[in-house]
T-cell receptor, first 114, second 112 residues
Framework: GAGVSQSPSNKVTEKGKDVELRCDPISGHTALYWYRQSLGQGLEFLIYFQGNSAPDKSGLPSDRFSAERTGGSVSTLTIQRTQQEDSAVYLC????????????FGSGTRLTVV | GQQLNQSPQSMFIQEGEDVSMNCTSSSIFNTWLWYKQDPGEGPVLLIALYKAGELTSNGRLTAQFGITRKDSFLNISASIPSDVGIYFCAGRRETSGSRLTFGEGTQLTVNP
């Protein structure tokens, strides 16, 4: 597609359930990023994929969070045993290479844990 | 944790007024970026700065990369209602690869 596509756009889940958030980057973009935006806050880095290199997972807040990128394209962010503090907007971005000036963000998935 | 201090947190202005917002850090950044986020959307890049002292304009927007490499400002001249939104600064440090650090945002409201 023309832009970064994220699904679902909204997700309400019960505390303790697992959730999967999906990101389709711009075709041909080798770099993919996940950020989290809590209410009234800036964006918090979670994880970064670049080509076939090992991902930079240094921003994942706990071992309940994981992400994978299949075939160098679609990425899935999984949160296990969700907690209320996981409620946030999860934003995915992609760029042609690792250059930060070319980030294109998706519209995000708003996750609400009840 | 958050390493960029962005101010002000919010601004309420009249249409036609000029606006200024800034970001400061205790760390040195080699790239400064300014984004705008509309409700329900992801941030959109407005201006990118790559050199200390660089002053760049994009229409009514002007941004500067501070000479100490620890700060940046964004000015919006002659504001219009569609300028409403949240403005974020973001920086990239030499040691952080492609990871960006974001400020907490400035919520701008423009009264017609």
């Amino acid at each position: 597609g023309a832009g970064v596509s994220q699904s679902p756009s909204n997700k309400v889940t019960e505390k303790g359930k697992d959730v999967e958030l999906r990101c389709d980057p711009i075709s041909g973009h080798t770099a993919l990023y996940w950020y989290r935006q809590s209410l009234g806050q800036g964006l918090e880095f979670l994880i970064y994929f670049q080509g076939n290199s090992a991902p930079d997972k240094s921003g994942l807040p706990s071992d309940r969070f994981s992400a994978e990128r299949t075939g160098g394209s679609v990425s899935t962010l999984t949160i296990q045993r969700t907690q209320q503090e996981d409620s946030a907007v999860y934003l995915c971005a992609s760029s042609p290479t690792g250059g930060a000036n070319h980030y294109t963000f998706g519209s995000g998935t708003r996750l609400t844990v009840v | 944790g958050q390493q960029l201090n962005q101010s002000p947190q919010s601004m309420f202005i009249q249409e036609g007024e000029d606006v200024s917002m800034n970001c400061t850090s205790s760390s040195i950044f080699n790239t400064w970026l300014w984004y705008k986020q509309d409700p329900g959307e992801g941030p959109v890049l407005l201006i990118a700065l790559y050199k200390a002292g660089e002053l760049t304009s994009n229409g009514r927007l002007t941004a500067q990369f501070g000479i100490t490499r620890k700060d940046s400002f964004l000015n919006i001249s002659a504001s219009i209602p569609s300028d409403v939104g949240i403005y974020f600064c973001a920086g990239r440090r030499e040691t952080s690869g492609s990871r960006l650090t974001f400020g907490e945002g400035t919520q701008l409201t423009v009264n017609p």
